[in-house]
């Protein structure tokens, strides 16, 4: 059987909202997981004030969220060869939410 070159696709338009082009400020992200399901859910926390309201809720596959996460890092490197290495301080991981499963 002969196989048929691929049609090259037309480059992926998106569009933002203005809503969505504004924005939205997180220092904190819960991430809880199913077997089909990550979900994250973004928040701001303010000093003194002992609740914080999601901001956005982001709901994605596994192979998506695992797609996320190099597509994070690919970036993070980029940041770092170009700017410097980032500082994260162990203290403010705790502060702030983010912190790795063990």
Request: overall charge neutral.
């Amino acid at each position: 059987m002969e196989e048929k070159p691929l049609t090259p696709q037309p480059p992926l338009q998106i569009e933002v909202g203005e809503k969505e082009g504004e924005g939205i400020y997180s220092n904190f992200v819960m991430i809880i997981h199913s077997p089909s399901e990550f979900i994250l859910d973004f928040a701001r926390i303010m000093p003194g004030i002992p609740k914080a309201k999601v901001q956005a809720r982001i709901i994605m596959t596994p192979s998506h969220a695992k797609m996320l996460l190099k597509a994070l890092k690919d970036n993070i490197e980029k940041f770092e060869a170009k700017f410097g290495e980032i500082k994260v301080h162990e203290q403010e991981i705790k502060k702030i939410g983010f912190s790795p499963e063990k």
